[in-house]
């Protein structure tokens, strides 16, 4: 049983403000430590319910967030930033189940606790087949190319809503509840990492037995995106797979999933170039 866990910050138990996501102040230091201790619990969770590995894709930032020693049961760690499948990083056919866990609600949704979509400097809004989504829906892109089904969320509650099309019958946990973007009702750590450490053996024994389905998307996958300017819309329209579709908004077509990933993420790169960081 091998267990993929991809993991951001946003989402994490304790954690409401920029502070605790960005390098270099004391304030991260505790969100390292939040985000550590989710992480663990979802392995020790996993390891409990039968995984015989599990591989750990650190998602957020610059990507380099935990000390790999730290985590547990000999757990295999990518991290570093410019992976050419991102947040998705290392994910293939091999995998039983995907864990996403610390994930938050997208830029253009419901008040959710530090929302964003990838680049909140760039991106407005995200859409496929029509449906607004976040960072969980594109990521999605990559599970369904794979056929590999999301087992664990575990975010805000507004995740949880975002989430659900594509991970149904998927366990999970909602670390706190959003007031604003920078405001939540926290669980206290240890219950949200008893919680976690329970939704991931669930999540494999479900996994294990067949309960789980990989997303099911429509073909051609279509991912609209709306950018911050007009000038991002152009930039972004040179790549691979990707068109302007209107002042601000870009259109990704594609029959293949994992393709329409890649034009996305070659997207999020290069319309930095223009205005985003």
């Known amino acids: 049983m091998k267990v993929y866990l991809s993991f951001d910050f946003e989402g994490i138990a304790g954690i409401v403000d920029w502070a605790q996501c960005r390098e270099g102040t004391a304030a991260y230091d505790i969100g390292c430590a939040l985000t550590l201790g989710e992480v663990n619990a979802a392995i020790e969770g996993a390891v409990r319910g039968g995984a015989t590995e599990v591989v750990v894709n650190d998602s957020h ?53 530090l929302s964003h979509t990838y680049n909140p400097e760039v991106f407005s809004a995200a859409r496929l087949g029509g449906a607004e989504v976040g960072e969980s829906g594109i990521n999605a892109l990559v599970a369904a190319h794979f056929g590999v089904p ?14 659900a099309p594509f991970a149904p019958e998927a366990a999970t946990v909602v670390t706190k509840h959003s007031i604003t973007r920078f405001a939540a009702t926290n669980l206290h750590p240890r219950v949200a990492r008893e919680r976690i450490k329970e939704a991931a053996t669930e999540a494999v024994h479900r996994a294990t037995y067949g309960r789980l389905r990989p997303p099911a998307l429509d073909k ?23 068109e302007r579709a209107g002042t601000r908004t870009i ?16 997207v999020n790169y290069i319309t930095r170039q223009a205005g985003g960081r």
């Open 61 to 113: 930032g610059q990507m380099r967030n935990l000390d790999p020693d730290d985590l547990v049961h000999d757990a295999t760690y990518i991290s570093g930033r410019h992976k050419p499948l991102y947040m998705m990083e290392g994910l293939d056919e091999s995998f039983d189940v995907i864990f996403l866990v610390g994930y938050h609600g997208s830029i253009s949704g419901e008040s959710s606790t």
């Open 220 to 242: 051609p996958v279509r991912l609209e995106l709306d950018v911050q300017t007009a000038d991002m819309a152009e930039v972004g329209s040179w790549v691979k797979g990707a």
């Open 251 to 266: 259109r990704i077509e594609s029959d293949d999933a994992l393709a329409a990933f890649r034009s996305f993420v070659a």
């Open 150 to 163: 999301i087992g664990l969320v575990t975010g805000d509650d507004v995740t949880q809503r975002e989430t």
